[in-house]
């Protein structure tokens, strides 16, 4: 991968290019001034207009259906292989974000992945709160076994990425087969909000501020512990989990989220990589089309998907 420099063993760093720097420049002059103010049931038309406007992927076709009682969208790339499925849970905390409006971002790692990719509408909060959306996520999981599914993989990205981590914590040593491998993109795996990073880069992150974090996460969780596993992976037990692909920017609040979830994973001796991607802030991928980075980062975890997949298809 180009524009990698490893630091150590599972960990890579990518520089910020210049091209990359100068399309930053313009968008954080436009949207530091809207910094925080998403809150609530509120900001759900103007978040998923944002995920809207994620570039179409090329060759995706797009499929409502219901799987595990859990209705959702199908993205379709024109070549796929029978028996295989990608499960990517949306981003929008809990509070935020559909199938439709992720159909784009999604799209795009069906493409690269080559497999048809559902993305389950989860219940949100506050309507529905904790833990409705791992209760609906597990059910999608199990509907598409249901079906005859044979090889899985699961994406997410930030909270998406929470009911990722958190689903393979439910799937090992259960009746059902686990997925081969996972891929997150800036995932939330710690809603105690104990990682240093929201002050480190409390002015480096270009959307959040901690006290509006505070309150989509209360709006979630209610009276519940955030360190209970089941709303917080990096508090599960991590042994024996399936390889695990992690890719965040280092200008995001959440930065230490995905640092200490891998560290953590490490050590469980999973088979885990960080890719951390300088001047990125969350949810850079969204921007494919625009920034080298998010080409990059949603090449390469398309491709760990399709290579987890293809390696087990060999071995079966």
């Not at 784009?104 to 993305?119: C, P």
């Not at 090992?172 to 891929?183: E, F, L, M, N, R």
């Not at 080409?295 to 998907?305: K, S």
């Amino acid at each position: 991968m180009k524009n990698a420099t490893r630091r150590k063993a599972s960990l890579l760093t990518h520089p910020l290019t210049s091209e990359d720097a100068a399309v930053m420049n313009d968008m954080r002059a436009m949207v530091t001034p809207l910094k925080g103010k998403l809150q609530g049931i509120a900001g759900r038309e103007p978040f998923n207009g944002i995920m809207e406007s994620v570039l179409s992927p090329a060759g995706v076709t797009f499929e409502p259906d219901t799987v595990g009682g859990i209705s959702g969208l199908w993205c379709k790339p024109s070549s796929t292989r029978s028996g295989e499925a990608i499960v990517h849970l949306h981003g929008g905390w809990f509070n935020w974000g559909s199938a439709q409006a992720y159909r784009n971002l999604v799209g795009h790692i069906a493409a690269r992945a080559r497999v048809e990719t559902f993305v389950p509408d989860y219940r949100l909060a506050p309507e529905h709160r904790f833990p409705a959306a791992v209760r609906d996520v597990q059910a999608c999981y199990r509907g598409l076994i249901g079906r005859g599914v044979r090889r899985m993989a699961v994406s997410g990205d930030s909270v998406g990425g929470n009911l990722a981590l958190v689903l393979l914590t439910l799937v090992i040593g259960s009746d059902y087969a686990a997925p081969v491998g996972t891929a997150v993109l800036s995932p939330v795996t710690d809603l105690a909000l104990t990682g240093p990073s929201f002050e480190t880069r409390a002015e480096a992150d270009p959307y959040f501020t901690r006290s509006q974090v505070e309150g989509l996460v209360r709006s979630y969780l209610g009276d519940a512990d955030p360190k209970d596993p089941l709303a917080s992976p990096l508090y599960g037990n991590l042994s024996g989990l399936p390889p695990i692909r992690i890719h965040v920017g280092d200008d995001e609040v959440l930065l230490d989220d995905s640092r200490r979830y891998f560290e953590r994973a490490v050590a469980a001796g999973v088979d885990a990589r960080l890719d951390v991607w300088e001047g990125m802030p969350h949810g850079f991928v969204g921007s494919v089309g625009k920034l080298a980075a998010a080409d990059e980062a949603l090449e390469a975890a398309g491709e760990f998907l399709a290579q987890q997949l293809t390696a087990t298809r060999m071995r079966t």
